[in-house]
T-cell receptor, first 116, second 113 residues
Framework: GAGVSQSPSNKVTEKGKDVELRCDPI?????LYWYRQSLGQGLEFLIY????????KSGLPSDRFSAERTGGSVSTLTIQRTQQEDSAVYLC??????????????FGPGTRLTVL | GDSVTQMEGPVTLSEEAFLTINCTYT??????LFWYVQYPGEGLQLLLK?????DKGSNKGFEATYRKETTSFHLEKGSVQVSDSAVYFC????????????FGAGTRLFVKA
């Protein structure tokens, strides 16, 4: 597609339920990033993929969070047993590793997660 | 470790005022530096970038110069407009086989008419 897409755009869930958030990067972009942005806060890095592997998982806040990427394209962020503090906007970005790209990231519109 | 520090907001200015948002970084190696902007109700987008020392990035009247000696990448604009009201994020990337990216906390700018 033309840009990074994310689905759903909004997700309301009950505490304790599992949720899956999806990211479709720009075609051909080998790097994919997940961030979390709480209300009025900055960007919290969660995880980064290079191809299908995740060289940096250091930002995942707990073992309830996991992510995978298949075929070097779509990525899914899963949050198990959601808690109210998980409520935030989850942002996905992709970038090209071609020479000259320098890691410029293109962001999706985000998924707003609300845990009741 | 690698990090980005930017001035805390919010910053409130009158239209046509001069803007500076400070950004300093710590990095092992030679990062590329970026400013991203998030307008109200919109997604993050790249504003400008600089990929090596002494480079100046510019876009929409904004400028930032990559200063290796002071490890800084301050954002400036000579005359702000109401439409510049947004949150501005400084970021660096390091080529570690892929691109590790670190964002600052963001600075909210309000411009009054």
């Amino acid at each position: 597609g033309a840009g990074v897409s994310q689905s759903p755009s909004n997700k309301v869930t009950e505490k304790g339920k599992d949720v899956e958030l999806r990211c479709d990067p720009i075609s051909g972009h080998t790097a994919l990033y997940w961030y979390r942005q709480s209300l009025g806060q900055g960007l919290e890095f969660l995880i980064y993929f290079q191809g299908n592997s995740a060289p940096d998982k250091s930002g995942l806040p707990s073992d309830r969070f996991s992510a995978e990427r298949t075929g070097g394209s779509v990525s899914t962020l899963t949050i198990q047993r959601t808690q109210q503090e998980d409520s935030a906007v989850y942002l996905c970005a992709s970038s090209s590793n071609l020479a000259g790209a320098f890691g410029e990231q293109f962001f999706g519109p985000g998924t707003r997660l609300t845990v009741l | 470790g690698d990090s980005v520090t930017q001035m805390e907001g919010p910053v409130t200015l009158s239209e046509e005022a001069f803007l500076t948002i400070n950004c300093t970084y710590t990095a092992t190696g030679y990062p590329s530096l970026f400013w991203y902007v998030q307008y109200p109700g919109e997604g993050l987008q790249l504003l400008l970038k600089a990929t090596k020392a002494d480079d100046k990035g510019s876009n929409k009247g904004f400028e930032a110069t990559y200063r290796k000696e002071t490890t800084s990448f301050h954002l400036e604009k000579g005359s702000v407009q109401v439409s510049d009201s947004a949150v501005y994020f400084c970021a660096l990337t390091l080529n570690t086989g892929g691109f590790k990216t670190i964002f600052g906390a963001g600075t909210r700018l309000f411009v009054k008419a």
